[in-house]
């Protein structure tokens, strides 16, 4: 264990540091050891442990206590320094750098090993801080989100880029195309090109060098999401994003560049234009906006969190939940009461089983939206909620608002309507009473385990992709070598 590893290495500084000091020679005192000067230099310098029945004999032959030798520190700065830049070297970090280590002899200057020790230490700290763990994932999506709540999930700036963009290429009305999307990427100086190679950690791959950018060939003929791909490729340069220093960073770029494809299919004055009509006609409905610019339901009822309550006064709320009732994407300025963890954290946490985004998928009929009010102990909601399945499973995605507002809604006529109390465990989180006793005692399920409740989220540049596997690909598709 490294704790052994560390222990053993400093008693054997101690060790030597009371040789020197006592002005002893390693083959003298392995003489009165009744050991090898080879044998002790492997103990000095932390390779071979000493055995308890052994310290007395060396406190006696260095004239000190035995717990001079087990003190946990470093005898002096310098044998502190030596200890660290074993450590380090040691390290998994070092190792990447791919560069031999550096032998410390007494003939190293102490600033020379210190400034060593300092470099080491920062490219250690930077390496962590560049692996975030799920619970600082889970912070720095928190914040996020509420400061994006703070905002009406709005950001104006880059609803007023992407109509400009959208502009430049003579688009007006109804959905984007890919004629236009591919003549967007021209006027920044990109052609698009649809490739089955692709890494696996990437969704697109720009080549900076070469004024390409590779996307997944169209699984779907006309499909919605490689127009999203290329346009979130393009964000990144349109908005000037440069490689995140940090996991908080990482995500705000991908909220950013979500954001921009997103308006630019759903451009800000068609879209309020077309939402402001439907509530003037109490006719408001998801499918219809997702109709009305060719996309997914999802991408539809995200984009109306963007705009309802910035531009039509409708607070609101959105979910995506997967089939096990966890939430993967949420967004409420409503007050909905959603379920959180001890840091605040919404993503992974199970909605109570009354609201309709549990629900949807018991239905035998899922190709039309399902309605339902709910009372929570923060008032009443209405919702509507599509369910949909993926690579990930099935997934049910809800759009709603409270009570008051659910006049400007298609659905608000529905008698479907629950009553919900969480997080009181008597809710849904507790068993009912008969089933309780019937299988407490005689139930044991082998829950499924995913790898990412012990690991660190993925390290690197860009956080998950294999940067050898990126590399790779541009070479095999630079002009030359096409």
């Known amino acids: 264990m490294q704790v052994d590893d560390d222990s053993?290495?400093?008693?054997?500084?101690?060790?030597?540091?009371?040789?020197?000091?006592?002005?002893?020679?390693?083959?003298?005192?392995?003489?009165?050891?009744?050991?090898?000067?080879?044998?002790?230099?492997?103990?000095?310098?932390?390779?071979?442990?000493?055995?308890?029945?052994?310290?007395?004999?060396?406190?006696?032959?260095?004239?000190?206590?035995?717990?001079?030798?087990?003190?946990?520190?470093a005898p002096d700065a310098r044998s502190a320094l030596e200890l660290e830049l074993q450590r380090l070297q040691d390290g998994p970090q070092f190792a990447a750098l791919g560069v031999a280590p550096v032998r410390v002899s007494r003939?190293?200057?102490?600033?020379?090993?210190?400034?060593?020790?300092?470099?080491?230490?920062?490219?250690?700290?930077?390496?962590?801080?560049?692996?975030?763990?799920?619970?600082?994932?889970?912070?720095?999506?928190?914040?996020?989100?509420?400061?994006?709540?703070?905002?009406?999930?709005?950001?104006?700036?880059?609803?007023?880029?992407?109509?400009?963009?959208?502009?430049?290429v003579g688009h007006e009305v109804g959905a984007l195309t890919h004629r236009e999307v591919s003549r967007m990427a021209?006027?920044?100086?990109?052609?698009?090109?649809?490739?089955?190679?692709?890494?696996?950690?990437?969704?697109?791959?720009?080549?900076?060098?070469?004024?390409?950018?590779?996307?997944?060939?169209?699984?779907?003929?006309?499909?919605?999401?490689?127009?999203?791909?290329?346009?979130?490729?393009?964000?990144?340069?349109?908005?000037?994003?440069?490689?995140?220093?940090?996991?908080?960073?990482?995500?705000?770029?991908?909220?950013?560049?979500?954001?921009?494809?997103?308006?630019?299919?759903?451009?800000?004055?068609?879209?309020?234009?077309f939402l402001a009509e439907a509530k003037a006609g109490r006719d408001l409905a998801v499918e219809d906006f997702r109709d009305a610019f060719g996309v997914t339901h999802e991408s539809a009822a995200m984009r109306m969190t963007n705009l309802l309550t910035e531009h039509l006064g409708i607070r609101v709320h959105f979910l995506r939940v997967g089939e096990d009732g966890a939430i993967s994407r949420a967004y409420e300025n409503d007050d909905l009461p959603l379920p959180t963890d001890v840091t605040g954290a919404v993503e992974g946490q199970v909605v109570c089983r009354k609201w309709m985004a549990r629900r949807a998928g018991d239905r035998s009929a899922r190709t039309a939206e399902a309605h339902q009010y709910t009372d929570t102990t923060a008032g009443t909601f209405w919702s509507s909620t599509q369910t949909g399945s993926g690579t990930d499973g099935a997934f049910s995605i809800t759009f709603g608002v409270r009570f008051d507002d659910a006049r400007w809604f298609r659905g608000r006529e529905t008698t479907e309507r629950q009553v919900s109390s969480c997080p009181d465990e008597s809710c849904c989180h507790r068993p009912p009473a008969l089933l309780e006793a019937r299988w407490s005692e005689g139930a044991w399920p082998s829950a499924r385990m995913h790898t990412r409740v012990l690991a660190s989220l993925p390290s690197g540049r860009f956080p998950g992709v294999d940067d050898t596997e990126v590399f790779e690909f541009l070479e095999r598709h630079t002009p030359d070598k096409a």
Do not use: W
């Open 8 to 73: 053993a290495r400093i008693l054997g500084a101690r060790i030597r540091h009371f040789r020197t000091a006592a002005g002893r020679t390693l083959t003298a005192l392995a003489a009165e050891l009744r050991t090898t000067a080879s044998t002790l230099s492997l103990i000095e310098n932390g390779k071979r442990p000493v055995r308890a029945a052994e310290l007395p004999a060396f406190a006696t032959a260095l004239g000190v206590e035995v717990l001079d030798l087990l003190r946990a520190e």
């Open 107 to 168: 003939s190293l200057p102490q600033d020379a090993l210190q400034a060593l020790v300092r470099t080491l230490q920062e490219l250690d700290r930077k390496a962590r801080e560049a692996s975030a763990t799920p619970e600082e994932a889970r912070r720095a999506n928190t914040e996020l989100r509420e400061r994006m709540r703070a905002r009406n999930n709005s950001l104006p700036e880059i609803d007023a880029l992407a109509e400009q963009v959208v502009a430049d």
């Open 186 to 273: 021209e006027r920044l100086g990109f052609s698009l090109l649809y490739v089955d190679d692709l890494p696996h950690s990437t969704r697109s791959i720009t080549d900076l060098e070469n004024g390409r950018i590779y996307l997944p060939p169209a699984s779907i003929p006309g499909g919605h999401g490689l127009r999203s791909m290329a346009l979130q490729a393009m964000a990144h340069r349109l908005l000037g994003h440069r490689p995140p220093a940090t996991y908080a960073q990482f995500l705000e770029q991908r909220l950013e560049i979500n954001y921009f494809a997103a308006a630019c299919l759903m451009p800000r004055r068609q879209a309020v234009g």
